[in-house]
């Protein structure tokens, strides 16, 4: 089993910055792929941003590419994102995730494992 915590979350203005925090634990994620996705009240969970656990190789969906960076520390067995230039669009409640499969995927089915989110919410 993988745990997964999020932290970080708040409320920003618009213009401003966040980052998000996923502490891993449980089992070990050497191989994995790691995602950040969200979910805005009424919407579907779309996927944000992905990272391979141990290349450290990066994905992000191309609507949030420059604004959203993920990353990930090893050492303290944490993933990050950090969002720059926070839009009222993008107020969400925001999940970290894991996917056993090393491939940067970005559908839902393909994460076995959920943390139970964390509100960002910008305002104008």
């Known amino acids: 089993q993988v745990q997964l915590v999020e932290s970080g979350g708040g409320l920003v203005q618009a213009g401003g910055s966040l980052r998000l925090s996923c502490e891993v634990s449980?089992?070990?994620?050497?191989?994995?792929?790691m995602g950040w996705f969200r979910q805005a009240p009424g919407q579907e969970r779309d996927f944000v941003a992905a990272?391979?656990?141990?290349?450290?190789?990066?994905y992000t969906a191309d609507s949030l590419k420059g604004r959203f960076t993920i990353s990930r520390d090893n050492a303290k067995n944490t993933v990050y994102l950090q969002m720059t230039s926070l839009k009222v669009e993008d107020t969400a409640v925001y999940y970290c995730?894991?996917?056993?499969?090393?491939?940067?995927?970005?559908?839902?089915?393909?994460?076995?494992?959920w943390g139970q989110g964390t509100q960002v919410t910008v305002s104008s």
């Open positions: 449980g089992r070990t994620v050497s191989g994995y792929t």
């Open positions: 990272i391979t656990w141990r290349a450290g190789v990066t």
């Open positions: 995730a894991a996917d056993p499969v090393r491939s940067l995927r970005v559908a839902l089915p393909d994460y076995n494992y």
